[in-house]
């Protein structure tokens, strides 16, 4: 009979250490990086702009990751509905070379009627160098249609300065270009004579994204161009003025 007891007491023994083991035992920390690798074990310290340190599990390792591979993370027992995506830490280049390039629209009134709109669009890029975050000095080149189909165009060409207010991922922006816009004659629209001339273009947007090669930029600002173009038909026709447009640019910063 003692036997019987001394069996029921080692079974319950055995069986709550088993229950405690089981409950004391934490689910590991998971690391997912960007090239689909994954490892399992205790977060022993994580920098989220540096690195992390993981102590794996069943081998007592201490492995270091840098956090800009970290693609996500599962601490312990957290579902993984709510899941935390790790935020790529801030690398926009505040100084160096740099390339802006956009396409844009514009709109703004017609030379031929008052209340008509006439719409248009272009693209440019620009190369130059950013000394500080808050101020780059660059050169461009671009080519703008401003009445579709009529051949009044321009190539222009200008230096710019520009900056971001802020070092963050998402930043105001502001860009100021100042130039020369070419024009040229077209037969085919009968345009026998075109003088392009200045042209000045301020803007303010909006910078989104912090890397260091790859950034999107969203701005508006007012165009104004100086140009004639001479159409002869029957009769010899001058169109001489200053073209006033607001346009609306997306492009990428590299």
Not at 49 to 55: A, N, P, S, V, Y
Not at 64 to 71: I, N, R
Not at 96 to 100: D, L, P, T
Not at 153 to 165: D, Q
């Given at each position: 009979?003692?036997?019987?007891?001394?069996?029921?007491?080692?079974?319950i023994?055995?069986?709550?250490?088993?229950?405690?083991?089981?409950?004391?035992?934490?689910?590991?920390?998971?690391?997912?990086?960007?090239?689909?690798?994954?490892?399992?074990?205790?977060?022993?310290?994580?920098?989220p702009?540096?690195?992390?340190?993981?102590?794996l599990?069943?081998?007592?390792i201490?492995?270091?990751?840098?956090?800009?591979?970290?693609?996500?993370?599962?601490?312990?027992?957290v579902d993984?509905?709510?899941?935390?995506?790790?935020?790529r830490?801030?690398?926009?280049r505040?100084k160096?070379?740099?390339?802006?390039t956009?396409?844009m629209?514009n709109?703004?009134?017609?030379?031929?009627?008052?209340?008509?709109?006439?719409?248009?669009?272009?693209?440019?890029?620009?190369?130059?160098?950013?000394?500080?975050?808050?101020?780059?000095?660059?050169?461009?080149?671009?080519?703008d249609y401003?009445?579709k189909?009529?051949?009044e165009?321009?190539?222009?060409?200008?230096?710019?300065?520009?900056?971001?207010?802020f070092s963050?991922?998402?930043t105001?922006?502001?860009?100021?270009?100042?130039?020369?816009?070419?024009?040229?004659k077209?037969?085919?629209r009968n345009?026998t004579?075109?003088?392009g001339?200045?042209?000045?273009?301020?803007?303010i947007g909006?910078?989104?994204?912090?890397?260091?090669?790859?950034?999107?930029?969203?701005?508006?600002?007012v165009?104004?161009?100086k140009?004639?173009?001479?159409?002869?038909?029957?009769?010899?026709?001058?169109?001489?003025m200053?073209y006033?447009?607001?346009v609306?640019?997306?492009?990428f910063?590299?």
């Open positions: 009979m003692k036997m019987k007891y001394f069996l029921i007491l080692v079974y023994l055995l069986f709550g250490n088993l229950l405690l083991g089981q409950a004391s035992e934490a689910k590991p920390d998971v690391v997912y990086l960007k090239n689909g690798s994954i490892f399992k074990g205790e977060i022993l310290d994580y920098h702009d540096k690195q992390l340190k993981l102590e599990s069943n081998s007592g201490i492995i270091t990751l840098e956090s800009k591979k970290v693609k996500k993370i599962i601490q312990g027992d993984s509905v709510n899941l935390k995506r790790v935020e830490p801030y690398h926009f505040e160096g070379f740099y390339n802006a956009y396409v629209a709109a703004g009134g017609s030379a031929f009627d008052v209340t008509e709109t006439n719409y248009g669009f272009g693209v440019q890029t620009s190369f130059g160098y950013q000394f500080h975050r808050l101020l780059g000095v660059g050169v461009g080149i671009g080519m401003y009445y189909g009529s051949g165009n321009f190539m222009p060409v200008f230096g710019e300065v520009r900056g971001y207010l963050k991922k998402w105001p922006t502001y860009s100021f270009a100042v130039g020369h816009g070419f024009a040229f077209d037969e085919d345009i004579q075109a003088d001339g200045w042209m000045i273009l301020p803007a909006i910078r989104m994204g912090g890397a260091k090669t790859m950034n999107f930029t969203l701005d508006a600002g165009k104004i161009q140009g004639k173009f001479e159409f002869t038909n029957w009769e010899v026709t001058e169109h001489r200053i006033r447009r607001l609306v640019r997306a492009g910063i590299f």
